[in-house]
Nanobody, 120 residues
């Protein structure tokens, strides 16, 4: 199983980025997918998650109203649209897939991270 994350980069505060996470059809089929992030010196935190079939999404409070998670079944890809970025959003972002439809517990599969740096 491979999850391929991309789309990170350097952006000024207030700017936008869109992260992508591609995987095999079997990885995402019927399973929830989420984005996590890890800032320097901090633990990994949940950012956003989505159930694959129903498309129900959830977000950590600090990104609500600014980030949007979505999925494209035809492309087996999950996106994280990040708007109004803040310096505190700087982190390595990881996509992860669960076994099952719910965004609960620990994901089973992890992708490599993609660096997001927001300058002030």
């Amino acid at each position: 199983v491979q999850l391929q994350a991309s789309g990170g980069g350097l952006v000024q505060a207030g700017g936008s980025l869109r992260l992508s996470c591609a995987a095999s059809r079997r990885t995402f089929s019927n399973n929830a997918v989420a984005w996590f992030r890890q800032a320097p010196g901090k633990g990994r935190e949940f950012v956003a998650g989505i159930t694959w079939n129903a498309g129900r999404s959830s977000y950590t409070d600090s990104v609500k109203g600014r980030f949007t998670i979505s999925r494209d079944g035809a492309k087996n890809t999950v996106y994280l649209q990040m708007n109004s970025l803040k310096p505190e959003d700087t982190a390595v972002y990881f996509c992860a897939s669960y076994i099952g439809a719910s965004v609960t517990g620990d994901p089973r599969y992890w992708g490599q991270g993609t660096q997001v740096t927001v300058s002030s």
